[in-house]
Every structure is written in C-alpha cells, then in structure tokens.
C-alpha cells in the first residue's frame, strides 16, 4: 500500500499528504538498516536516488504538509551526506550536509542544521583539521532550536579539536561547562584561526 501511494504522488505531486510523508519515513529507516547490514558503499546508490526523489516532493508540495516534508527530507540529506562521508568521498559529503542545512533552515528545523553541521566537523576530524572540528562544533551548538543530545555531542567534538591544538583548558571547560557552552564558547574557535594543525585520530 505505502507503494502504490508513493508511486502515486510521485506521478501527482498534489496527492503528497502526511500518510505520504510517513510513508517515506518508513523507507529512510529502511535504508538505514540497510547501511547497518551491508554497509555505506552498498547503501549510498538507493539513498541518494531516493533523497532526490523525495526532495523532488518537496520542491512541488504546499501548505502544512511541506515542513513535516522538509524536515525528513533535511535528515535523508544528512544520511546520504554520512554515507558519503563514511567511504571518505569527503567532497561530496560536505556538498550534502551544507545542502541538509538549508533544506533544515527553510523549515525551522533546529536540530537538523545542527546535525548536519556537526557531520562537517566529524569530516574535518577524519581530515585532521582541528581547527575546523571546532568552528563545526561551535556553530552546531549556536543553532537554534538544537536539541541538548545535539549539544553534548559537539561539546564532546569541539573537546576533540581542542585537544588536538593542546589547550587543555578549553577541552576541560568544553566538559564542565556544557551548558553555558553555547554563551561561552561559540565565537571562540575564530581566535585559533593562526594556530597550526597537527595529526590527530
């Protein structure tokens, strides 16, 4: 049944309502058990061919159905993005996530543009670029609307980056002061700009 609606309003984008878009839903967790039983490589083709589909949707749908849309649509942009990212097709991972975060911000849909931002520090640490790990961090935190999981997670990252440059003053504040962080910390990271960066895991 989910089938045969999907395939429906893909022909008649006007017919996209909110059974539609649980239906989608269902298919993006669907792909993300496939990535945890085969893995990213073999995940990323169907992923991506159905982002783009579903944000096809999202071009051509209207009224309240299209920010419950925009928001499941942001999240399949940042998976695609994170299969990338896990195969280090770091380009094109990046071109997703900043992509997932506007399609978050058109929305309003905080903890989206955050997820995708720290996503682009997560690439930044693969690519051993400290310094960028905490800029991510920090304008991940500084969102609006960013759930406090979402908080920890890039206190816990911008620790990593700090940690890295050796400041171990700002790795500690980074873990004690995580609530205050957001205040504290958020323009920060752009007094390291002349610090060099060194190898780290």
Request: include cysteine; hydrophobic fraction near 45%.
């Amino acid at each position: 049944m989910d089938r045969e609606r999907l395939v429906a309003v893909s022909a008649r984008p006007a017919l996209l309502d909110g059974g539609t878009v649980e239906a989608l839903g269902l298919v993006l967790a669907g792909q993300r058990r496939l990535e945890d039983a085969a893995g990213a490589d073999v995940a990323s083709g169907p992923v991506v061919a159905q982002q783009e589909a579903a944000a096809g949707l999202l071009r051509a749908s209207r009224g309240t159905v299209r920010a419950e849309l925009g928001r499941l649509v942001a999240d399949w942009t940042t998976f695609a993005g994170w299969l990338h990212a896990a195969v280090r097709q770091d380009q094109r991972a990046v071109r997703l996530f900043d992509r997932a975060v506007g399609l978050a911000d058109e929305v309003g849909y905080g903890t989206g543009a955050a997820s995708a931002t720290s996503f682009k520090g997560y690439v930044a640490r693969r690519r051993k670029r400290p310094l960028e790990v905490i800029r991510y961090a920090a304008a991940a935190v500084a969102t609006p609307g960013v759930a406090v999981a979402q908080h920890a997670f890039d206190a816990l990252q911008a620790a990593q980056g700090y940690a890295e440059l050796g400041e171990r003053n700002r790795v500690r504040a980074c873990w004690t002061s995580q609530r205050s962080w957001p205040a504290g910390w958020v323009n920060r990271p752009q007094r390291c700009t002349g610090t060099q960066s060194r190898s780290f895991s």
